[in-house]
């Protein structure tokens, strides 16, 4: 698997490269912001390493475009920025992670496996539910007949609920099958794709596609565009 590491402190990138080689990973650097997103958007990158202090094109103004452009691409941040705030900001422009510098290389391991290589329970399904079409193959997202532009992150909430008929799902066992861990800044990431993905779906449709009941959890309605 082939990563990108997007940093411009040198001898931080090229210990993580060499880190990284020596556990199997083939890896890519640059030290620039537009370079980075110039190989991002040409190359098939199991994930982008994102720095946010960047020369020529900042890391943040990188998150947006490239996840316009490549809406399932893995992108982790790595940032000295660690408030919440700021990771609440990286996290709402599309980021699949955060982790705060300095960090231990070994939970930089742990979260590159979780992005690249666990996987909720998918299936190559198409999902309808009235005026909505999810392709779980494809990852795309369909309100009547127009394609709907969400995040990887919203993408997966959403796939969640739809190949589980209906279930009720507690916001644990989302985060579990979608981010693979559970911990307090995901469970804030996960508020924020859900009510990010909620008002996407509400803009296209005029409908509200989630049902959340307190204790019981989340799940997605049979068909809201039916009304009584």
Not at 123 to 136: F, M, N, Y
Request: aromatic share 6%.
């Amino acid at each position: 698997m082939k990563l990108l590491i997007v940093e411009d402190e040198e001898d931080l990138a090229l210990g993580l490269k060499r880190g990284l080689r020596k556990n199997g990973y083939e890896v890519d650097w640059t030290g620039e912001g537009r370079e980075g997103l110039d190989l991002a958007l040409a190359e098939d990158y199991g994930c982008v390493l994102l720095d946010l202090n960047l020369p020529g094109l900042d890391g943040l103004d990188l998150l947006r475009r490239l996840r316009a452009e490549k809406p399932q691409q893995k992108i982790l941040i790595l940032s000295a920025r660690g408030t919440v705030a700021d990771k609440v900001k990286g996290l709402d422009l599309g980021a699949d992670d955060y982790l705060v510098k300095p960090f231990h290389f070994e939970e930089l391991l742990a979260r590159i496996r979780n992005l690249t290589g666990r996987r909720f329970v998918r299936q190559d399904a198409v999902v309808c539910r009235g005026s909505l079409r999810i392709d779980t193959g494809s990852h795309q997202v369909y309100v009547r007949d127009q394609r709907l532009k969400l995040t990887a992150r919203e993408t997966q909430i959403l796939e969640t609920l739809a190949l589980h008929d209906g279930k009720r799902l507690s916001a644990e066992t989302i985060i579990c099958q979608v981010w693979g861990e559970d911990e307090d800044l995901f469970s804030n990431a996960f508020k924020v794709h859900l009510s990010s993905l909620r008002r996407k779906l509400a803009s296209a449709s005029g409908e509200d596609w989630i049902e959340c009941q307190r204790g019981l959890g989340y799940c997605l309605k049979e068909n809201p565009d039916e009304k009584a």
